[in-house]
């Protein structure tokens, strides 16, 4: 069962920084030049030449083997060098190309030290909403003094309204940016962090992570929080191999699912369970299907699927019993002749 997260009192948080609060918001364009779509095709072309390359180059090494040092020493520095063109392709941004790189690596060399976290870290970006303004031409900025500001934002943190709190927040700090700026960063940690916890176990993992990374701008996040913040990321890593890999993709929802981190943790480990079932059943391993069929069946009610479960375990019960012994036959007994001999003339 989940359990529901800590939200930290007013007092209870002190931010360490006091700088501006500016949220990420994307300007829309409406005109489109020539240079601008001549750049957005290279870009296309280049995400596509590196998934060719990275994956072009693991199905290499995959089909021939590795059958010597000097091999395993060029695959290595293979993919160490994917590895490093990933994270420049992260730090500029290129989170589509980086994601086709560690995706590649991970096919090859799933223990690839770092290669999942940063497979993360491209899915988180390549997944958070891009913040636009809303449609407001006739907007006009809050006439409230600072000091009413202040407290409509307090009352709306008590009322566990986050949105209303950081909007007041911002509204706040555009008016005076001097009004008690601690006091102002360390109500916008509690809403962003609040309102980052409260997606997250409404399964929105993209936004909860976007709203926790911007709380880090204002204080550390305390430990439920970044417990929290942990599956998520985690979650959005197993979700990326459905479909690609269903062992790796079980193996990662497991531990979600016996967590409780989302309310469909335990429904997508019985799917990929099943679907791991159904690979090693293809395989003629009726055991092991057996046994991830009943473990898909005892994290999620299946009825539909509990005959198939059904005839893996009878097989596999045929299969696992021991030879029949064999009935040994009996030495017969000499029949006893008048001469007291056991036979003979």
Not at 35 to 52: D, E, G, H, K, Q
Not at 92 to 108: K, L, M, P, S
Not at 241 to 270: H, M, V
Not at 287 to 307: F, I, K, R, T, V
Request: hydrophobic share 40%; glycine share 6%.
């Amino acid at each position: 069962m989940e359990s529901e997260p800590t939200n930290p009192k007013l007092d209870d948080t002190a931010p360490q920084s006091t700088a501006d609060f500016e949220p990420e918001v994307s300007q829309l364009n409406p005109s489109v030049s020539g240079n601008s779509t001549r750049r957005r095709l290279f870009y296309i072309f280049l995400v596509y030449l590196a998934a060719l390359i990275a994956i072009g180059l693991v199905a290499y090494f995959q089909g021939r083997g590795l059958n010597s040092a000097e091999e395993i020493a060029q695959v290595s520095a293979a993919m160490y060098e994917q590895f490093e063109l990933g994270i420049a392709d992260l730090d500029a941004g290129h989170y589509e190309v980086a994601r086709q790189r560690f995706e590649a690596i991970i096919n090859f060399d799933p223990a690839y030290p770092g290669a999942e976290d940063m497979l993360v870290v491209a899915l988180v970006n390549l997944n958070v909403p891009t913040v636009t303004p809303a449609p407001e031409p006739t907007s006009t900025p809050d006439p409230s003094p600072p000091e009413d500001l202040m407290a409509q934002a307090k009352a709306s943190i008590a009322d566990e309204d986050w949105d209303t709190a950081i909007n007041k927040l911002l509204s706040l700090r555009a008016k005076d940016p001097t009004y008690q700026p601690v006091r102002v960063d360390g109500l916008m940690y509690i809403s962003l962090r609040n309102k980052g916890m409260e997606l997250i176990s409404q399964g929105l993992m993209e936004e909860g992570l976007y709203n926790l990374s911007l709380a880090k701008r204002f204080g550390p996040l305390d430990r439920d929080a970044m417990f929290r913040m942990t599956l998520a990321q985690q979650y959005l890593l197993a979700n990326s191999y459905i479909g690609l890999n269903w062992i790796r993709a079980s193996e990662l929802f497991l531990p979600l699912c016996e967590q409780g981190a989302t309310l469909d943790s335990c429904r997508k480990y019985a799917e990929t369970a099943w679907k791991y079932g159904n690979l090693l059943w293809d395989e003629g391993d009726e055991c092991g299907a057996s046994e991830q069929y009943n473990a898909a069946l005892n994290a999620w009610e299946l009825p539909d699927l509990a005959p198939t479960a059904s005839e893996a375990d009878e097989v596999c019960a045929t299969q696992s019993a021991p030879p029949p012994v064999p009935t040994a036959t009996p030495t017969p007994t000499p029949t006893p002749t008048p001469d007291g001999n056991g036979g003979g003339s």
